[in-house]
């Protein structure tokens, strides 16, 4: 597991059908599409997985038993990938074919705890430590502790402590890393954490805020510790 190593100096924004506002019946319709897509892409994830490995172009299908099977078992996946990033892009306004590009450059085991946390969008937010790393509830530590563990990474239950806790990068994040904010209500450590995601690519993030949504990357300024 990655950590991206932003430190962004203030919190992103990101909005949820959890919050009420003027849009709230569009926004859990469009909620409930995007999560419906990610739980259709986690299922071919499994298989492409099972046929061909972590990465899409690590083994070439004519050297696979059943390459046949394995070729279409990658198409179905980067179609619902495809499928995926155009509903996020559509309430985003970013580009659905970088998006998609990003999504499918995770890399099959990262893209499965990717597609899990998208697959929550919608869930109810809690700060309950009893209810708070799912399945339906999630604070933002709980939501990328429970997504790692679906493919059998152990993350501590805290934003900053997850942060010590993986591979830390110089580089731009790629989809699949966390990122990090600091400030907050929560914020806790010597760097003042208070808010993690998972980032997607294209400049958004699936975090849990006052729900789980998909939303912005969005500070001031960032500092590179």
């Not at 046929?51 to 690590?58: E, K």
């Not at 893209?111 to 309950?128: E, K, N």
């Not at 399945?135 to 990328?144: A, H, I, K, R, Y």
């Amino acid at each position: 597991m990655r950590v991206a190593r932003w430190i962004l100096v203030f919190l992103a924004t990101a909005t949820s059908a959890a919050v009420v506002h003027p849009a709230a019946a569009s926004a859990t319709a469009n909620h409930d599409r995007i999560a419906a897509a990610a739980d259709a892409a986690l299922q071919t994830n499994g298989l492409a997985f099972l046929l061909v490995g972590d990465r899409l172009n690590d083994v070439p299908i004519n050297q696979i038993g059943d390459a046949k099977r394995a070729h279409s078992a990658i198409a179905a996946y980067e179609s619902s990938i495809a499928d995926l990033a155009a509903l996020i892009a559509d309430r985003s306004g970013s580009d659905s074919a970088l998006l998609r590009d990003d999504l499918l450059g995770m890399g099959l085991i990262t893209g499965h705890a990717v597609l899990s946390a998208i697959s929550r969008v919608g869930s109810q937010f809690t700060v309950d430590p009893a209810r708070s790393s799912g399945p339906t509830e999630f604070d933002c530590s709980g939501l990328t502790l429970w997504s790692w563990w679906t493919v059998g990474v152990s993350l501590p239950h805290k934003a900053a402590m997850q942060y010590e806790a993986g591979e830390t990068v110089g580089a731009e994040p790629r989809a699949g890393d966390l990122v990090f904010f600091t400030g907050g209500p929560t914020a806790y450590g010597p760097l003042g954490i208070g808010h993690v995601g998972i980032y997607l690519g294209q400049g958004l993030m699936v975090n849990a805020r006052d729900g789980v949504d998909r939303g912005p990357v969005r500070a001031d300024e960032h500092d590179r510790h």
